[in-house]
């Protein structure tokens, strides 16, 4: 069947991943790194935009995780990278639940200014705020791992597994959610709210869970991002980094859930080549890629793979 | 005779000084199929809008089995058993028949918090199961898998309705259900949709411009002129009525075999 085979081929890919860190050099291994963190963030944009709803904003939760993970660090000496990924996710969540009551109200262009402009204020406050170090940010603990404490490369190694490991659970979470009745409901709230509502289904209600999930998504993503880079700053809520992420979907598509990891991978190579080969006009090389994804892969990376079910069955006769 | 499912009391409805409905009261019997006739702007629609909970009445009461439903949200009127289709068919275009029917299904056995539509499964066996019946139901199974934007227009009636029905509602409301269908289709797709609905025991509050239709389907006809109603009985006798025959159905009696005709 069809489903047993995406499991396998996930799985392997999986598997794929977690043993190329065993012979990879050190810089993949962190540039791999962070693709995944941020591969996590998409996922999220891709709850919101299967329901239609493109958000310029998930930097805010991207930030809020991270500095959260800084600052419990800082404050606490909590220095376990699971547990400071789940208080970054966490807080995020609970930020986006309570943006959620505004947020869900809007659609379309309005939303997606909307969560700019949410954004951007977290940015306006932190580079005013001088205790976090302002536009420098500040710097984050070296993370533990269930109480082993590695160095350089082993370090390197074991968040890049522990990055791994959760995003394969938000992938299954996410994907089980997709099957669920809240999840499924993404393509007929972007159709028709009249007839969801009248189907006696709350569409905001629908569309605040959705932003939890993304904002829950959105602040792991940052945490990790965080722990694997080692430092924080304002510019994680910046609104270009809104719109990397916004790029990275665009480049995995909202099909399903794996192409969000593979997309990010591919964006963070492609800059990391560019940048090297291109120092000049890498953003020209980047601008490219977009504009031939979008003409060439409207349904992004995800489609060479897995085209999406709706359109299968618009094909059956 | 039965207890009224539905009793209507004093219902008005004014958007500033505009009156668009009035001392409404009726009363409905489960099961039976009811007409609703007027012309353009006499309140129908708003009667059925109060009733649905898309619009909250200025004056007056909405009872369903006994219960106060006047000003809810549609959507607790809608989980209640009061369902209705749309005049322009309310479709997820860009799902296939099957899909949209079982997302209907879906939805409505769905519990309604934070965390219940998150843990139900979408196609769970049963709503696949019910989508398929009302797709037999509604004779509309051989377009099972045809994406719903491209459906002919007496379909995505069908499937409307039948997205209504999904939610078991014992009270449904029809707005205009054969609008925009020739009229060769008119009398096929109203003996389609009541027959489906008879089979489900289904009260019927139905929308009509078609003098024909009306006599041939309902058991009840209310002509609504001026937002309120100004003849309730047997379709012979709200028909035979002399305020209905000059406000209302003269002038469509005159009109081509019953092409509409606005007064």
Not at chain 1, 20 to 39: D, E, K, Q, R
Not at chain 2, 180 to 192: A, C, D, T, W, Y
């Amino acid at each position: 069947m069809a489903k047993q085979g995406r499991i396998a081929a996930s799985s392997a890919l999986l598997a794929a991943a977690a043993v190329a860190a065993l012979v990879l050099p050190g810089w993949m291994i962190s540039l791999a790194t962070i693709a995944f963190a941020n591969g996590l963030v998409v996922l999220g944009l891709i709850v919101l935009w299967r329901a239609g709803l493109v958000s310029f904003g998930q930097a805010l939760y991207y930030c809020i995780g991270a500095y959260a993970v800084a600052l419990v660090g800082r404050w606490t000496g909590m220095t376990d990278a699971l547990v400071l990924a789940l208080i970054g996710g966490g807080s995020a969540g609970l930020v986006a639940f309570g943006v959620g009551f505004l947020l869900a109200r809007y659609r379309e262009i309005f939303f997606a200014m909307l969560s700019l402009a949410l954004s951007m204020i977290l940015y306006g406050l932190l580079v005013k705020t001088e205790s976090l170090g302002s536009t420098d940010g500040f710097s984050v603990i070296a993370p533990t791992f269930f109480g082993y404490a590695p160095h350089q490369q082993a370090l390197l190694v074991a968040l890049y597994w522990l990055v791994l490991a959760i995003c394969a659970v938000a992938a299954l979470l996410v994907g089980a959610y997709f099957r669920s009745v809240g999840g499924a409901l993404a393509i007929p709230l972007r159709d028709n709210e009249i007839r969801v509502e009248f189907l006696g289904m709350s569409a905001s209600r629908l569309i605040h869970t959705k932003l939890v999930i993304s904002g829950l998504l959105g602040g792991m993503g940052g945490a990790l991002a965080a722990l694997a880079v080692g430092h924080v700053d304002p510019n994680m809520s910046y609104w270009t980094t809104s719109g990397e992420f916004v790029f990275i979907t665009i480049l995995a598509g909202a099909g399903s859930v794996v192409p969000a990891f593979v997309g990010s991978l591919a964006f963070e190579s492609v800059r990391s080549f560019a940048f090297a080969m291109l120092p000049q006009l890498w953003q020209m090389l980047l601008g490219s890629v977009l504009l031939l994804t979008i003409l060439f892969l409207p349904q992004g990376l995800g489609s060479l793979i897995m085209r999406p079910r709706w359109r299968r069955d618009a094909e059956a006769p | 005779m039965s207890a009224p499912i539905l009793s209507v009391r004093d219902l008005g409805k004014r958007f500033g000084s505009m009156v668009a409905a009035r001392d409404i009261t009726v009363s409905v019997p489960a099961h039976q199929t009811v007409g609703v006739i007027g012309s353009n702007g006499a309140g129908k629609t708003t009667f059925i809008n109060m009733i649905t909970g898309h619009l909250r009445p200025t004056r007056g009461t909405i009872d369903f089995e006994g219960r106060d439903i006047t000003g809810l949200p549609s959507r607790r009127i809608t989980a209640m058993g009061v369902s209705r289709s749309f005049q322009v068919p309310q479709i997820f275009p860009s799902l296939t028949v099957f899909e949209n029917m079982c997302a209907a299904a879906a939805i409505c056995r769905a519990p309604k918090n934070f965390l219940g539509h998150v843990r139900t499964p979408f196609r769970s066996r049963e709503s696949v199961a019910e989508a398929d019946t009302l797709l037999e139901l509604f004779q509309i199974a051989r377009y099972r898998d045809t994406l719903a934007v491209t459906l002919p227009q007496g379909v995505r009636k069908l499937l409307d309705i039948g997205m209504a029905v999904a939610g078991a509602p014992r009270l449904l409301l029809l707005d205009e259900p054969t609008s925009g269908i020739s009229i060769e289709e008119k009398f096929n797709l109203m003996q389609v949709i009541m027959s489906a609905l008879r089979h489900r025991k289904i009260t019927v509050l139905f929308v009509e411009h078609d003098m024909e239709i009306v006599e041939r389907f309902a058991q009840r006809v209310l002509a609504f002129y001026d937002g309120t109603v100004i003849a309730d009985g047997t379709p012979a006798e709200t028909l035979a009525d002399a305020r209905v025959q000059a406000l209302i159905s003269g002038p469509r009696a005159r009109g081509a075999s019953g092409a509409v005709v606005h007064v």
